[in-house]
C-alpha cells in the first residue's frame, strides 16, 4: 500500500519561502520518480515540478522556474520542496504524487500554501 503524507504548508508574506515535505511510504521508494502538484480554487490540478528516481534530473512549471527547487532524500523515503520568493499566485493546496507501473496515480492528502499579505 502506498502512503504519501504532505506537511510544511501555511500562511506566508509575498516575497517569503515554504519547505514542502512528502513522506512516502512505498516499497523500494529510490525506484520512482515523485512530483508535486498544485491545485487552487477553481483551476485545475497542475504539474509544479518532478524529479527523477536518484535525483539526476529534475522539472519544472515555467511559472515556478527559478523560485522552486524539488529534491529528495531516499534513505527518508522524503521529496521536498523548497518555494522561494513567493507570490499571491502561488496560492494553492499542494499535493505529492507517485506513479506506479507506469499507470497508477497515488497522492497525498494535500497542504494549503496562502501567500498574501
Known amino acids: 500500500q502506498v502512503q504519501l503524507v504532505e506537511s510544511g504548508g501555511g500562511l506566508v508574506q509575498p516575497g517569503g519561502s515554504l519547505r514542502l515535505s512528502c513522506a512516502a511510504s512505498i516499497f523500494t521508494f529510490s525506484n520512482y520518480a515523485m512530483s508535486w502538484y498544485r491545485q487552487a480554487p477553481g483551476k485545475e490540478r497542475e504539474l509544479v515540478a518532478a524529479?527523477?528516481?536518484?535525483?539526476?534530473?529534475?522539472n519544472y512549471a515555467d511559472s515556478v522556474k527559478g523560485r522552486f527547487t524539488i529534491s529528495r532524500d531516499n534513505a527518508k523515503n522524503t521529496v521536498y520542496l523548497q518555494m522561494n520568493s513567493l507570490k499571491p499566485e502561488d496560492t494553492a493546496v499542494y499535493y505529492c504524487?507517485?506513479?506506479?507501473?507506469?499507470?497508477?496515480?497515488?497522492w497525498g492528502q494535500g497542504t494549503q500554501v496562502t501567500v498574501s499579505s
Open positions: 504524487n507517485v506513479r506506479v507501473a507506469s499507470r497508477y496515480d497515488y
Open positions: 524529479i527523477t528516481s536518484a535525483g539526476g534530473s529534475t
